[in-house]
């Protein structure tokens, strides 16, 4: 019988369509992503075992089990939870339920952002809140003590909202040097700390392997960033921590164990793996892939790299391209943050974003990245943020202009809405919702959403080359349809925007 119960809602507990970046729709409101697509086409969910757990849960969830692990808890100690099954896992010696999301109350930059466009309630916010619900009822029953953690903890530090939920702690931040106490204390009824608990920055090595895969093959290479940029969260968590290559190559084995050879790895800037600066360490990284390898992973996906990587170490990038592709990936994305095309915003805001080039070059810093990518056969899905504190329209012209230079780049252009994320440098800043987004902000989506959609089909032809007619045929229909509704919506909106004096 578990004594602790790990769980997440189904909009995070789901088998992505083909790709992690597909994790995204679960960001979109339900009018858009209605519950019938939801469940059956885009977050179908992950496979339940017949007593009610998953094998497939979410990373934090997976790291928490180690952690626990790691500690005083036995194998049947701990219990991952599918979300349709809590009921069958969580019972009379359940002493505390952990809960993890990334975006809670659905208010995090991407669901902002189509919010903003289609208005109505985000699916993450109503899957967490079903979810809650059922926990509160078995609560009621059993008396176990919830527990919130995980990356979209800082949503709800508000003691209403814990209220709301039924959530009795939050803990904020990482959790491998706090998580043994609390948990012993909890359950033996000797925890006598705040409610929301701070998390401390887990040293390289007291990070373990997780003990089995996790629903999008993630496997966490480094943790914190160290470039300070004023707007962002891992910014809090300080400078790069590298985890050593045994962990890593722990987790990688947690996922062969399965017959699951293709994985991603995480880190908010994955081509600085091993640095000790804010430069990428060259040899560190081609060690990592090149042991990955040996090991009998083939594929090695990414998420995050910089910008200023590309534009400064494009040596490195060929010689990694020609690493990858020796394994047979004949393309890769990756998502670097594009932010703003306005050096002066760099300059005030993310300054280290360019190192060691100087922050008013960043717009030639974009476009010598995305050369070096195009080269390379790199396909980026390129973040950028509206309503930074202090934008002005020139700043958004500025951002504009450099789109529009970049036509023939093959990449893709999301801007989304800034977000004050408790706990960093501007988190009294007002955010970005539609109310107060002008005419400029409008255009630049418009202008986006143009390039993006012209480039859907080739990119799926770049990646696939030449493979799947089928679905490229499927994909142009698709990309016709989103295409005409979403720049449709887009001119509607830039219209109440223009009568709104919003200039
Ligand atoms: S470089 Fe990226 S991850 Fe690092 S602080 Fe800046 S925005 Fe955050």
């Not at 790691?70 to 809960?99: C, F, L, M, Q």
């Not at 476009?367 to 958004?396: F, S, Y």
């Amino acid at each position: 019988m578990p004594r602790a119960v790990l769980t997440a809602d189904s909009s995070a507990m789901h088998q992505f369509i083909g790709a992690l970046y597909s994790g995204f729709l679960s960001t979109f409101p339900r009018r858009i992503v209605q519950d019938f697509l939801f469940k059956h086409v885009i977050c179908r969910s992950v496979p339940a075992n017949a007593d009610g757990t998953t094998d497939y849960p979410i990373l934090s969830l997976r790291a928490v089990e180690a952690i626990l692990r790691n500690d005083s808890y036995g194998e049947g100690d701990v219990r991952i939870a599918h979300p349709h099954h809590v009921s069958r896992v969580i019972d009379s010696k359940t002493k505390i339920v952990g809960v993890s999301a990334l975006d809670p109350l659905g208010i995090g930059p991407a669901t902002t952002s189509w919010v903003a466009l289609w208005g109505g309630q985000p699916q993450n916010r109503l899957k967490f809140a079903a979810l809650m619900h059922r926990i509160r009822r078995l609560k009621e029953r059993h008396g176990f003590k919830v527990v919130f953690g995980g990356s979209g903890a800082w949503q709800l530090e508000d003691p209403n909202v814990q209220d709301y939920y039924g959530i009795d702690h939050v803990l904020v931040g990482e959790g491998e040097r706090v998580i043994p106490d609390l948990f012993n204390e909890l359950e033996s009824g000797s925890y006598s700390g705040d409610r929301v608990i701070q998390g401390l920055p887990a040293r390289e090595t007291e990070v373990p392997s997780i003990l089995g895969p996790t629903n999008t093959s993630l496997i966490e290479i480094t943790r914190g960033c160290g470039k300070g940029c004023k707007f962002c969260s891992p910014s809090v968590a300080g400078r790069l921590r590298s985890f050593p290559l045994e962990k890593i190559l722990g987790d990688a084995q947690a996922y062969l164990d399965r017959g699951i050879k293709s994985v991603t790895i995480q880190s908010e800037d994955t081509l600085r793996y091993g640095s000790s600066n804010l430069e990428s360490d060259e040899d560190a990284v081609l060690t990592l892939y090149k042991e990955l390898f040996k090991l009998g992973i083939k594929r090695v996906i990414l998420t995050h790299a910089s910008m200023i990587t590309f534009a400064h170490q494009p040596d490195f990038i060929s010689k990694l391209t020609k690493l990858i592709r020796k394994h047979g990936l004949p393309g890769y994305g990756c998502q670097p943050g594009f932010e703003t095309g306005s050096g002066r915003l760099i300059k005030e805001l993310m300054p280290n974003k360019c190192y060691p080039r100087d922050p008013s070059e960043w717009p030639e810093v974009v476009k010598e990245a995305l050369d070096v990518m195009h080269k390379n056969r790199w396909l980026p899905c390129c973040t950028l943020v509206m309503g930074l504190p202090g934008e002005d329209e020139e700043d958004i012209r500025e951002t504009i202009n450099l789109i529009k230079s970049l036509t023939h780049h093959l990449a893709f252009f999301f801007p989304l809405s800034f977000l004050p994320v408790k706990h960093t440098a501007l988190s009294q800043s007002a955010r970005c919702v539609r109310e107060q987004m002008t005419v400029a902000h409008w255009e630049l989506l418009e202008v986006t959403w143009k390039h993006n959609l012209r480039f859907f089909n080739k990119a799926f032809g770049y990646v696939a080359e030449g493979r799947f007619p089928l679905m490229r045929v499927g994909l142009r229909l698709a990309t016709g349809v989103f295409g005409s509704f979403i720049m449709q919506t887009l001119r509607t909106r830039k219209k109440e925007a223009e009568k709104a004096g919003r200039n």
